[in-house]
């Protein structure tokens, strides 16, 4: 069973300068989909790169505050630790590797697994969850639509076996319909697999409905919180990331 993660009082500055976290706080329970929802800017993939230690890689630090997965400290764990502790970080924007087959984009990942296990089982564990990428494992990943491209982004962590994925942006740039078709596999594996989820999305609409519980966060803090369904009905909620606007109903 995935363990719970909870972020306390979290501050985060890049360049000791810019301060995109000042005071960002949320708990992902065990085996749930937990969604953070903000602007542009609003500090949401600065919240995920700080839980899987990639902020140094962009002259960002932790300056205050707590991340801990089932009571066990990630601010002292080096990236590769933290992948290995179960925690899988799929970027925003994808990042596969263009030039390697999508079978070699998954051997890439073998090296984060928590504990060994044999390749074919592994593989065959991402292809039932996306079989058209079992036909075409010997392409180039470069080659692939967006849609498959976030396939395979999503199948590297599952090679990983982790317990919980962060997820950034797993909708960005796709048709509706892929859109749908991803989200009811990710809700698959959440549920198949007790994985659990920390999605930031831009498409609330789609965010609030695979989610149990939410999180809004506005110039690097948490500003709102509430189950989907109470976040749902939320005027503000509506107005500024539903696009609802009250007068229409006038
Ligand atoms: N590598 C970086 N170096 C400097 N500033 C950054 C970097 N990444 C993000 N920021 C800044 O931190 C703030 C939060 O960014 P980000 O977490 O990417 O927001 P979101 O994912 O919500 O759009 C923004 O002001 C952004 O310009
Ligand atoms: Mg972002």
Redesign the pocket.
């Known amino acids: 069973m995935a363990a719970a993660l909870e972020i306390k009082d979290l501050a985060v500055v890049?360049?000791g300068a810019?301060h995109?976290?000042t005071n960002l706080s949320l708990n992902v329970p065990a085996g749930t989909i937990v969604t953070l929802l903000?602007?542009?800017?609003?500090?949401?993939?600065?919240?995920l790169?700080a839980i899987s230690g990639f902020l140094p890689l962009?002259?960002?630090r932790v300056t205050h505050g707590s991340i801990t997965i089932g009571g066990q400290d990630m601010l002292k764990l080096a990236p590769h630790m933290i992948v290995r502790r179960g925690v899988f970080h799929v970027r925003?924007g994808r990042h596969v590797f263009a030039e390697m087959t999508v079978e070699e984009n998954l051997i890439a990942s073998t090296f984060a697994q928590r504990k060994p296990r044999p390749r074919k089982e592994a593989f065959d564990e991402v292809y039932n969850y996306f079989p058209i990428l079992s036909q075409r494992r010997h392409q180039a990943a470069g080659y692939l639509s967006g849609g498959e491209q976030q396939m395979l982004a999503i199948g590297r962590a599952l090679v990983a076996d982790p317990e919980m994925i962060l997820l950034?942006?797993p909708s960005l740039g796709l048709a509706p319909l892929i859109v749908k078709d991803i989200f009811e596999i990710i809700a698959r594996i959440n549920r198949e697999k007790k994985v659990s989820m920390l999605l930031?999305e831009q498409n609330a609409v789609i965010a609030l409905r695979y989610a149990s519980y939410g999180y809004v966060?506005e110039n690097?803090s948490t500003v709102l919180e509430g189950s989907t369904q109470d976040l749902s009905a939320n005027q503000d909620i509506q107005k500024f990331y539903l696009g609802v606007d009250a007068s229409d109903a006038a």
């Open positions: 890049y360049q810019i995109a976290l903000g602007a542009n800017g609003a500090g949401k993939s600065t919240t790169k962009e002259d960002g925003e950034d942006e930031v966060i690097g």
